[in-house]
């Protein structure tokens, strides 16, 4: 029945009765509908249909191509077509399908401009009831920010690096020197390394070091497909958990090769790409000690983060030196990711993090906004009914 109808029969979809019943109802609700005190309707209740995304949460970087995929998860009980609509927040229809007991799973590429704006979420659209069926938040990467090399404080922090990628040389008397200068530091590690040193992985974690992924077999990211650049860093994230129980929060990408595809990738992986101020030059054995202890002390100060190595070939001639010297400064030696700033922070083109004063949180609900609805009406024996 349309809208001042006193009698007939309306089928309304927006209902949670489990399965359709019939009621009559006297039409009390103010906009759409005109005030009928006496005249009586019947309304037919139909399920509410179960809409939901494949997915608590999507993530893409800015500018990129993101697969949707939704379903209706009660499609059997759907007696009547039911159209449904893909929208952006603010309202922008992206495609629309039907429901029906022969179509419930949908899938739909939507593209993420560039110039996406915070906070960016993706609706199910009821079009019979004008309302949300399912909303899910979407993280939107700028794939054009930086690799972190330094980080902007005052703080008297620094940071050390070590990659671990082939050979467990030193790794031990790392540990044992950093405990002598109450000392704490972030370990790249490669699936290789994770594989093939299962129990140094398990004590650098129990020492309270951290570690860092620094992919699964040590190639120059920048040459691989999104899908083997991908592939790279998740393998070692999930050998990491598996062994450890924690998820790998930074990426340092091999011969420090990467771009905005792989820093984007990396992000969707869970890990900030982080670079370093300063390489130290250890891995390299035509250096002297003498060099590396230089490199990795002179003008390093708030802020820096250093590259070294687990199995560098003087090690033992310069690591004693280099954390006298910070010790000296007054310099406490922290993770990598004590560092950083979290939340929201910006970097700028030389690779410096720093916090964002203009950014403003967000509550879930004003991100999610509010998909709850109710229609009140009044059943024949005076009793009240709420539909959710």
């Known amino acids: 029945g349309g809208a001042g109808q006193s009698q007939g029969s309306v089928e309304v979809t927006a209902g949670s009765y489990a399965k359709t019943t019939s009621e009559a109802f006297a039409l009390k609700e103010n906009g759409a509908f005109r005030s009928v005190e006496s005249d009586k309707v019947s309304v037919r209740v139909l399920p509410k249909p179960q809409m939901s995304f494949n997915a608590t949460f999507l993530m893409v970087a800015a500018g990129r191509k993101l697969t949707v995929n939704f379903k209706c998860k009660n499609y059997k009980e759907m007696t009547v077509p039911l159209p449904v609509t893909l929208r952006k927040a603010d309202g922008t229809i992206l495609a629309s399908f039907t429901v029906d007991q022969l179509h419930h799973a949908f899938s739909h590429q939507v593209t993420i401009e560039k110039n996406w704006q915070f906070p960016y979420s993706l609706e199910i659209h009821n079009e019979l009831t004008d309302s949300a069926a399912a909303t899910v938040p979407v993280m939107v990467i700028d794939a054009d920010r930086p690799g972190i090399r330094r980080v902007d404080t005052t703080e008297k922090k620094i940071a050390l690096g070590f990659d671990c990628g082939y050979n467990n040389i030193y790794t031990d008397y790392i540990?044992?020197?950093?405990?002598?200068?109450?000392?704490?530091?972030?370990?790249?590690?490669?699936?290789?390394?994770?594989?093939?040193?299962?129990?140094?992985?398990?004590?650098?974690?129990?020492?309270?070091?951290?570690?860092?992924?620094?992919t699964m077999t040590h190639p120059r990211l920048t040459k691989l497909g999104d899908t083997e650049i991908y592939s790279e860093i998740k393998g070692v994230n999930d050998m990491v958990y598996k062994i450890t129980g924690i998820h790998p929060r930074l990426m340092r990408p091999p011969e420090g090769a990467a771009n905005s595809n792989v820093i984007a990738i990396s992000r969707m992986t869970g890990c900030e790409t982080v670079y370093w101020t300063e390489d130290s030059g250890d891995w390299n054995p035509k250096k002297s000690a003498e060099y590396i202890i230089s490199h990795a002390t002179e003008n390093m100060g708030e802020g820096c983060i250093l590259l070294f190595h687990n199995s560098a070939p003087k090690t033992e001639q310069t690591l004693r030196a280099i954390l006298e010297d910070y010790k000296a400064k007054g310099l406490k030696i922290v993770p990598i990711s004590d560092l950083l700033y979290t939340g929201h922070y910006t970097v700028d083109a030389k690779g410096v993090q720093k916090p964002d004063p203009d950014y403003q949180t967000v509550s879930v609900h004003e991100l999610l906004g509010d998909p709850s609805f109710s229609v009140k009406a009044s059943a024949q024996d005076g009793s009240e009914t709420f539909l959710p």
């Open 175 to 214: 540990m044992d020197m950093l405990d002598e200068y109450d000392a704490k530091v972030t370990f790249f590690v490669t699936g290789y390394f994770c594989s093939k040193f299962p129990d140094e992985l398990k004590k650098i974690h129990e020492k309270g070091h951290e570690i860092g992924n620094h």
